[in-house]
């Protein structure tokens, strides 16, 4: 298994697969080949369906501005969803053909090469053989982490930490109507500043809660800088549930790391052996991940023992199995903002569960990540990042009618 550096990246949205990926993949290309006169770039799949609205093209030119971008909409049979094509060209000539995929999280695979998101970090694979080897040296999920990554991880998810603390306290400090055309209003900002009248604690929590998911998701849909946990598209419910604990509940920013390490390690594994991106798998392989990952981190920190973190883990997947992928216009706006503070309260509301019913349960970690990939994998390709049905379709039939 990878390391989890590879789960957190820090880069601009709105999508993981759409700008962070492919921009990747333009940079390198262009550090490979400085002498080109031009680039001709072809995306295709998920990318070329919902590209423009996910500024996949903007990204590509920031990277490589001698570029042409080609959207093809037709060739299918492809080896990713996300499937770009990259010839180079000096003195008239192609000197390269190269296909690179976009494989979630901004995360890239260049065709017939391995990259350093490629090394081998962790003999286990699944959570299983990761419980059955912490409880068996008798060591914490974060000692675990640390022996396998080293020394630099510390420092790696302090600089992650940093850039999801800037992002809520933008957010929640930002008005104003996101790009793109579907003139939505930003609501973070209204969300973290108005109190119900004789508001409880409870309330005060999801509000505040859902407040620094709506900050991060709409810094995100402002293509501003974000970290992937695990995408993009679901940046908003890790950030949440971490900022709440540390700046309204008094943890230490030093287990707030931890628990962020915990919460990667989960992402990883369903990386691993499913898939975190939307195009392949839905959103369920995006916001379900993500809360399977908060609901894990915030359970180590609370210093649930490893059955309880993983039955909140589970818990928090199960329950986001077959969620669509069905973004308005293609923009990671409708359902995506307001999806991310829903899944984070999931989140904590999965660890509350946890507590009580851990010796109850009948289905594994391992169990519901299969599941997962099963479902996705099955699931009509309407459904995945294309926005040809769902939400996305239903929304433009209303718009047609009232033109």
């Not at 390490?261 to 991106?277: D, E, K, M, P, Q």
Request: net charge negative; charged share 25%.
């Amino acid at each position: 298994m990878k390391t989890i550096k590879s789960v957190y990246k820090i880069g601009n949205g709105p999508s993981s697969s759409h700008t962070v990926g492919p921009y990747n993949a333009a940079f390198i290309m262009g550090k490979r080949f400085p002498e080109a006169d031009r680039f001709e770039v072809t995306l295709y799949g998920s990318l070329a369906h919902t590209g423009e609205g996910h500024s996949t093209k903007k990204a590509i030119l920031e990277a490589l501005p001698n570029a042409e971008v080609f959207f093809d909409k037709v060739t299918g049979d492809l080896p990713h969803p996300n499937t770009m094509c990259f010839r180079v060209f000096q003195d008239g000539k192609e000197i390269e053909n190269k296909r690179i995929f976009s494989i979630g999280g901004g995360s890239i695979r260049i065709e017939g090469e391995e990259n350093e998101d490629e090394r081998e970090v962790y003999e286990e694979r699944t959570f299983s053989a990761i419980r059955d080897k912490c409880k068996a040296e008798n060591i914490s999920l974060s000692e675990y982490i640390y022996r396998k990554e080293g020394d630099g991880l510390r420092q790696y998810l302090e600089g992650v930490w940093y850039m999801m603390e800037l992002a809520v306290e933008r957010g929640i400090a930002t008005e104003g109507i996101l790009p793109g055309g579907l003139n939505i209003s930003r609501k973070a900002k209204g969300l973290y500043e108005k109190r119900c009248y004789n508001e409880d604690s409870d309330i005060a929590m999801n509000r505040l809660v859902a407040a620094y998911a709506f900050a991060v998701s709409e810094e995100n849909a402002s293509e501003h800088v974000v970290v992937t946990a695990p995408t993009c598209g679901s940046c908003g419910v890790i950030p949440a549930v971490f900022y709440y604990m540390s700046h309204d509940r008094g943890f230490p920013a030093h287990e707030i790391i931890d628990a962020l390490a915990v919460a990667g390690l989960f992402g990883n594994i369903i990386r691993t052996n499913a898939s975190i991106s939307g195009a392949e798998c839905g959103c369920q392989a995006e916001i379900g991940s993500a809360c399977s990952m908060a609901a894990a981190g915030l359970a180590y920190l609370y210093h649930l023992d490893i059955d309880q973190i993983e039955y909140a883990a589970e818990v928090a997947m199960e329950h986001n199995l077959g969620l669509t992928c069905d973004p308005v216009h293609g923009l990671v706006q409708i359902p995506c903002i307001e999806r991310n503070s829903v899944a984070a309260l999931r989140a904590m509301n999965c660890v509350s569960l946890s507590r009580f019913l851990t010796e109850t349960r009948k289905i594994s970690f391992d169990d519901i990540v299969e599941t997962m990939y099963r479902t996705g994998l099955d699931m009509d390709e309407r459904y995945k990042e294309t926005s040809h049905g769902g939400l996305a379709v239903m929304y433009q039939e209303k718009e047609n009618e009232n033109e």
